[in-house]
C-alpha cells in the first residue's frame, strides 16, 4: 500500500542481550538527506500488552534481549532511513544476562523487570514482582500427588519443546497516520481490529473511538499477529514526523530476531496407573521460556496449565504452569496455545504407560477418555462433558481403524529402514476471557442479497466463506447473494473480541445466526401483513417467503427488504438489518487457588451451577505411518490420519483442507522446526534457509481426513471450531511411533535426524548394529 506523503521507518536493534542504555547518539542519522526524525524509548515511555503489560514501544532504560527495538528512523525513503538506521551510536552498561528459565528462577538471578509490580495486570493472572516469573497457574484436583501411593505403576519423565517461529507468509507491516485533530488511522497486518485498538489506546492513553483499526487480506497468522503489535510505534512515530503517514515493515530476518515467537518450555511429568490401565493420579510442571516479554504467552502457559490432562478423566491431579522472563527474544500465542503443549506429555505418558502395562494403546485410551457427565479440565472441572459435545470413543475407533493401527506395516526393502505406526488424541477449545463477547449485523440490499457485516480476521482460515454458507442456508437464498467484506475495520464492522483460538466458527457463527433470527423475524412480520398470515405461517424458499403448506401463496424479497411497496404508492416497512450477539455467558474465571472454573452467580451467596473455563471443545485424533532410517535417523512419513468431531461439517473443502495443513504443520514442528541461539541469546537461524520449514517433498503421500459430526446444541448448525486441534495430536503420535516399533524415548522435540539417531545409538544399540550389518550385506560387502 502506497499513500501520499509516506514515510518509511526502519529500527536499530540491540547488540546486547542485558544491558542499561546510557546514551543513544543520533544526530549522524539526522544528517543522512531525507531522514525526517529519529525515535527512542525516551519518546514513547508506555507498557503495552494483553495479560501482563510489560512490552516496551523502544527500550525505555534498558535492553532485553539481543534484537530489542532501541531506536527507529522516519525518512522519505526505505533507503535514507536504512543508512541512518547504521550511523547511530548507542553506549551500554552492560548487566549479567539469563538465558535459561530455570536459572531465572534462582534467587540470585538479574531481574529483569523491576517494575513488574507497576505494570497492569488482566485479573486471571499472577505475576510475582521482585522475581522473574510473569505468571504462575496451579491445577488441583482430588488428592493431588498424595494419590501416587495408590498406583501399580508410575512413570516420571522430562519433557522439552523449543521456541518456532510462525512462519507465516506475510511479514508484519503497518501504516500509520496520526491526524493534526487526534484521529489515528492504522492499516496493519494484524488478526483482529477491536484488540489492538482498545489494547493501544488503554497503554497510550488515547480514547479508544479515535483510533481507527483497518485490516485488509492478511497473509497468515498462527497466533504470531494477535493481540497489539508495533501498531503504537508506528502510530507514534507518524506524530514525531509531522503527522505524515507511516510505514514500518519488518523483513523476514527482523521479524525472527524481534517479533514475539512461540513459547518453549521445559516439563517434569509424572503419572501413575492402576493394574487394568486406569489413570490413578497425574502430575505435571511446566515451566515456559517467556522471553524479554510475555504478555500473551503467559496465557499460553496458563492453558496448558488448566487443560494439562486433555481428553481424559483423571481423579487426582496437580498441574502447575510458570512463565518465566529470560534475556531473549520474547512470545505470544502460538497455532494450539498450550494444548500442544499439553499433549505432548500427556500423550506420550499413556503411550509408555499402555507398553509398560503390555496394553493396547486404544484400549487404554478408551478405558480413560471422559465420558458424557464426566467432569472436564477444559472446561473447567465442575462442568460435566454433555453428550452433544463430541464422540470421543468414535473419534478414538476411527482414527485406530484408518491407521490400522494393530496391523504392522509393510517392511520396505532396504533392511536398514524400519516403518512403525503410531497414534495420539487430542482435545482444543477457546482460551479466552469471560467477557469475550461478538457482535454481527446482515443486511438485504435492494436485489434481496445480502451483507454479512463481521470483524472476524480473514487470513487464509476460511471461516468467513462459511458464514456466507450459514447465511444462504439460513435464507435460502444462492452462495453468491451473500457478500462479505475483504476489509476488516473497527470503523464499520460490528465488534468481535479476536479471531483467535477457533472460535469464530462457534462464537461469531451463533451472533451472525442470531442476526439472521433477527431479520427474518422483520420479514415475517412484514410480510403477515402482505400475506394476510401470522408471521409463524411463512417460512423462506428460493427467495421468496411463503406461506407453509401452500407455496402458491408467496411474495419475493425483493418486494420486501426495502419495504413493501402498495399499488397506490403507499410503503411500509423499510431497510431489512438484523443485529445479533454472542456472550460466553456460562463462562467465569478461573479460581486461583484450585485453577478450577468458578461457580455462576457468586453474588448469589450459595452454591449454583459450575462455570466453564471455555465455550466449547473439539475431540481428534493423529493416526501416522512413518519410515525411520536406522543409519542416518532420518523420518519419513508415509501416511496421516486425522480424525474430528466437527459437530457440523459447514465447509468440506475448507474443513479437509484444514486438516491436511494442519497435519503438515505439526509433522514440520514435530521433526524440525526450532530456534536456535548464540551464544548472546541471539537468533542465529533468522531466515528459512536455517530454519527448516516442510517442503513439498515431505508431505506425506496420503493424508486420510475423516470427520464425526455429534451437533453441539448451541453451535451454528451444531457446528464446532478445529482449526487448531488439527496440529496438536501429530507431535506425539510420531513420538509414539519410535517408542512402539524401535523401544526408543524421545521427549524433545524436535526429532530430527541427529536427535532420532543419537536416541537410538544411545537406547537401541543393537538396532544400529544391525541396520549396518544389513547395509554391507546389501552392498555385497
Wanted: proline content about 8%; glycine content about 8%; some cysteine.
Amino acid at each position: 500500500m502506497e499513500f501520499p506523503g509516506l514515510l518509511y521507518a526502519k529500527i536499530l536493534t540491540s547488540n546486547e542481550p542485558h544491558a542499561y542504555i546510557k546514551n543513544i547518539d543520533y544526530s549522524k542519522a539526522l544528517q543522512v538527506p531525507g531522514v525526517k526524525t529519529v525515535a527512542t524509548g525516551k519518546d514513547f515511555p508506555y507498557r503495552i500488552g494483553i495479560y501482563v503489560g510489560d512490552r516496551d514501544i523502544l527500550a525505555i532504560d534498558k535492553a532485553l534481549w539481543v534484537g530489542h527495538p532501541v531506536a527507529a528512523v522516519v525518512a522519505e525513503s526505505w533507503r535514507a532511513a536504512e543508512k541512518a538506521i547504521d550511523l547511530i551510536e548507542v553506549e551500554y552498561d552492560p548487566l549479567p544476562p539469563v538465558f535459561d528459565p530455570e536459572e531465572a528462577l534462582k534467587p540470585n538471578a538479574p531481574i529483569l523487570h523491576p517494575d513488574l509490580a507497576k505494570y497492569k495486570v488482566s485479573p486471571a493472572f499472577k505475576p510475582i514482582p521482585g522475581t522473574n516469573i510473569a505468571n504462575i497457574f496451579k491445577q488441583k484436583k482430588g488428592e493431588g500427588e498424595a494419590a501416587f501411593d495408590k498406583a501399580d505403576l508410575v512413570i516420571e519423565q522430562e519433557f522439552s519443546i523449543p521456541n518456532i517461529h510462525h512462519a507465516y507468509m506475510e511479514t508484519w507491516a503497518a501504516i500509520a497516520h496520526y491526524k493534526h485533530n487526534g484521529d489515528i488511522e492504522i492499516w496493519t497486518s494484524a488478526q483482529s481490529p477491536f484488540a489492538p485498538r482498545y489494547l493501544m489506546a488503554m497503554s497510550l492513553g488515547i480514547p479508544v473511538g479515535k483510533i481507527k483499526m483497518r485490516i485488509p487480506y492478511v497473509g497468515g497468522g498462527f497466533g504470531g499477529k494477535a493481540g497489539v503489535l508495533f501498531e503504537p510505534l508506528a502510530a507514534m512515530l507518524s506524530k514525531k514526523a509531522g503527522y505524515r503517514p507511516v510505514k514500518l515493515m519488518m523483513s523476514r530476518a527482523e521479524q525472527m530476531r524481534s517479533w514475539p515467537i512461540a513459547p518453549k518450555y521445559k516439563a517434569k511429568a509424572k503419572i501413575g496407573f492402576s493394574k487394568d490401565g486406569r489413570i490413578v493420579a497425574y502430575y505435571a510442571r511446566f515451566i515456559f521460556d517467556g522471553g524479554a516479554f510475555a504478555d500473551y504467552a503467559v496465557n499460553v502457559a496458563r492453558t496448558a496449565g488448566y487443560a494439562c490432562s486433555g481428553a481424559y478423566d483423571i481423579p487426582n491431579l496437580y498441574c502447575e504452569s510458570v512463565t518465566v522472563y529470560t534475556n531473549k527474544i520474547p512470545t505470544t500465542a502460538i497455532r494450539g496455545f498450550g494444548f500442544p503443549e499439553n499433549h505432548w506429555v500427556i500423550e506420550q505418558l499413556i503411550e509408555m504407560g499402555a507398553i509398560e502395562l503390555g496394553m493396547d494403546p486404544v484400549k487404554i485410551r478408551s478405558i480413560n477418555l471422559l465420558r458424557p457427565g464426566d467432569p472436564h479440565s477444559t472446561l473447567g472441572y465442575g462442568a460435566p462433558l454433555r453428550a452433544d459435545q463430541g464422540d470421543y470413543q468414535g473419534v478414538l475407533k476411527k482414527a485406530a481403524e484408518l491407521i490400522e493401527i494393530n496391523k504392522p506395516p509393510e517392511q520396505p526393502k532396504e533392511p536398514w529402514k524400519i516403518r512403525a505406526k503410531g497414534l495420539a488424541y487430542s482435545v482444543k477449545g477457546p482460551s479466552q476471557p469471560p467477557n469475550a463477547v461478538d457482535a454481527a449485523i446482515v443486511k438485504f440490499n435492494e436485489d434481496a442479497s445480502v451483507d454479512i457485516l463481521v470483524s472476524t480476521g480473514n487470513y487464509g482460515q476460511g471461516t468467513v466463506n462459511a458464514f456466507r454458507m450459514l447465511v444462504a442456508e439460513a435464507f435460502d437464498i444462492p452462495l453468491e447473494k451473500v457478500h462479505i467484506t475483504w476489509m476488516n475495520s473497527t470503523e464499520w464492522m460490528p465488534y468481535t473480541w479476536q479471531t483467535v483460538g477457533s472460535r469464530s466458527l462457534f462464537t461469531v457463527g451463533q451472533a451472525l445466526m442470531r442476526a439472521v433470527e433477527d431479520a427474518k423475524r422483520k420479514i415475517f412480520d412484514l410480510a403477515s401483513k402482505v400475506l394476510k398470515v401470522a408471521p409463524d405461517q411463512l417460512e423462506l424458499k428460493e427467495g421468496h417467503v411463503v406461506v407453509k403448506g401452500e407455496p402458491w401463496l408467496k411474495v419475493p424479497l425483493t418486494e420486501l427488504v426495502m419495504g413493501y411497496v402498495y399499488p397506490n404508492g403507499q410503503t411500509f416497512g423499510g431497510p431489512i438489518i438484523g443485529v445479533g450477539v454472542h456472550y460466553p455467558g456460562t463462562s467465569t474465571y478461573l479460581d486461583p487457588d484450585t485453577g478450577q472454573a468458578l461457580p455462576l452467580n457468586p453474588e448469589l451467596g450459595k452454591e449454583t451451577e459450575p462455570g466453564h473455563a471455555t465455550v466449547f471443545i473439539t475431540p481428534g485424533a493423529s493416526g501416522v505411518e512413518i519410515e525411520v532410517d536406522l543409519l542416518t535417523g532420518e523420518i519419513k512419513v508415509l501416511k496421516g490420519v486425522q480424525v474430528y468431531d466437527l459437530g457440523k461439517v459447514i465447509n468440506p473443502l475448507t474443513a479437509e483442507g484444514q486438516s491436511i495443513g494442519g497435519f503438515v504443520m505439526g509433522m514440520s514442528r514435530a521433526l524440525w522446526e526450532q530456534i536456535i541461539y548464540d551464544e548472546r541469546g541471539g537468533v542465529a537461524n533468522p531466515n528459512f534457509s536455517f530454519y527448516y520449514l516442510a517442503r513439498m517433498k515431505d508431505a506425506p503421500d496420503e493424508i486420510v481426513s475423516y470427520f464425526l459430526e455429534t451437533p453441539q446444541a448451541d453451535g451454528p448448525f451444531g457446528a464446532r471450531g478445529f482449526s487448531e486441534n488439527v496440529m496438536i495430536a501429530v507431535m506425539p503420535a510420531i513420538a509414539n511411533a519410535l517408542r512402539r516399533s524401535l523401544g526408543i524415548n524421545i521427549t524433545t522435540l524436535p526429532m530430527n535426524p541427529e536427535r532420532v539417531w543419537r536416541a537410538i545409538k544411545e537406547q537401541r544399540p543393537d538396532l544400529l548394529e544391525k541396520a549396518r550389518k544389513a547395509l554391507l550385506e546389501w552392498r555385497g560387502e
